[in-house]
């Protein structure tokens, strides 16, 4: 009896080892920290890793906590936030169940690959330059961007895409996740996945290709505000590229020099750019931006008026413009007294 109580007492005290081991946690600072499992690493190392970084006491105690889980379940690779108040369970169980950090970036309608490069690299991720390198350098830097063999296999909407050129407006604004794991890479191919997804859903144009649609909704993002607007600019362009007429859109100018303003110079209309609609005939080099589901669906359905010219005139003192903000001229006599009674100052 007295051996069967020993036997107990020392059982009971293994179990309490064990248990305070696995389950209590190594501190109470819950200071969170990056910790990184890469892929074909070993529950060994990720244990002994785990104990360098003083993250639990000692790797022992989860390598026996994953014995007693048994062998069916098995670690993810990716990056995770992790902190001393947890315990080995809590960590083990998080790997097991692949709970990675992901990176958040929302892009916003109308933001270019420069505002996107940038917004990453304000959080810390990586470079503006490694995002470049993926999607192409922003204006007027290079302009030889090749797009790799890759994604012409994998999107079908980019196999007609032309030489040379960025990536610009078909990275799909919206809110994306991503590990980091999967990198910038992944962030890229999650944006044009979007993109074919919801370019797929409206009706093609059959007299235009997608490229000129696309760049067609990236200078409506930029020069108006609402869909009705959208639709009857798009009528004004379409109308005017049909004519021979210059399209003369502001928004290409400020594309190129940089500048976040509605109001160009005249010498900055006399940039010599291929997505200056100034100087050159027809629709840029290629798209401004990358455009809103809304933006795309204006250019595929504009809207026939007897307008040839518009405004977008800021803060709301128009009475003659449209809900949305915009001034439409039937002449150009007509267009210039507009500009000099609501865009003089």
């Known amino acids: ?61 989860f390598n026996v906590y994953s ?60 470079q503006a330059q490694d995002f470049y390198e993926i999607v192409g350098y922003p204006v007027p830097e290079k302009d030889d961007f090749q797009l790799p063999a890759s994604f012409k296999q994998k999107y079908d909407f980019l196999r007609g895409f032309p030489e040379k050129r960025r990536l610009e407006g078909y990275l799909f604004p919206d809110t994306y996740y991503v590990d980091d794991e999967g990198g910038l890479q992944k962030l890229v191919e999650k944006m044009l996945g979007n993109f074919e997804k919801k370019f797929s859903t409206l009706d093609k144009d059959e007299k235009r290709s997608d490229f000129k649609i696309i760049t067609m909704a990236s200078l409506l993002e930029k020069e108006v505000r609402t869909k009705k607007d959208k639709r009857i600019v798009a009528g004004i362009l379409w109308k005017r590229l049909e004519r ?63 307008y040839w010219y518009y405004l977008s005139v800021p803060g709301g003192e128009c009475p003659q413009c449209s809900e949305g903000g915009t001034y439409f001229s039937k002449s150009l006599r007509q267009h210039n007294i507009g500009k000099a009674r609501y865009l003089s100052n």
């Open 1 to 61: 009896m007295k051996n069967y109580i020993l036997f107990l007492l020392l059982f009971l005290l293994i179990g309490l080892w064990v248990a305070q081991g696995i389950f209590l946690p190594i501190s109470d600072e819950d200071a969170s920290r990056k910790f990184q499992v890469k892929a074909g690493q070993g529950l060994f190392e990720t244990s002994k890793k785990l104990e360098e970084e003083n993250l639990i006491k000692n790797d022992l105690w």
């Open 244 to 306: 021979g007429m210059p399209l003369q859109v502001d928004a290409t100018i400020s594309y190129i020099t940089g500048k976040n303003t509605t109001k160009v110079s005249r010498k900055e209309t006399e940039i010599d750019s291929p997505y200056n609609t100034y100087k050159y005939p027809g629709l840029p080099w290629g798209p401004i931006c990358n455009p809103g589901l809304e933006s795309l669906e204006a250019a595929l359905n504009p809207i026939a008026t007897d």
């Open 67 to 126: 014995l007693l889980k048994g062998r069916s379940q098995t670690i993810k690779a990716g990056t995770y936030s992790l902190n001393r108040e947890m315990s080995v369970a809590e960590i083990y169980e998080k790997m097991v169940l692949g709970e990675v950090m992901f990176n958040k970036i929302t892009v916003v309608e109308g933001w270019t690959i420069e505002d996107i490069g940038q917004r990453i690299e304000e959080k810390g991720w990586h």
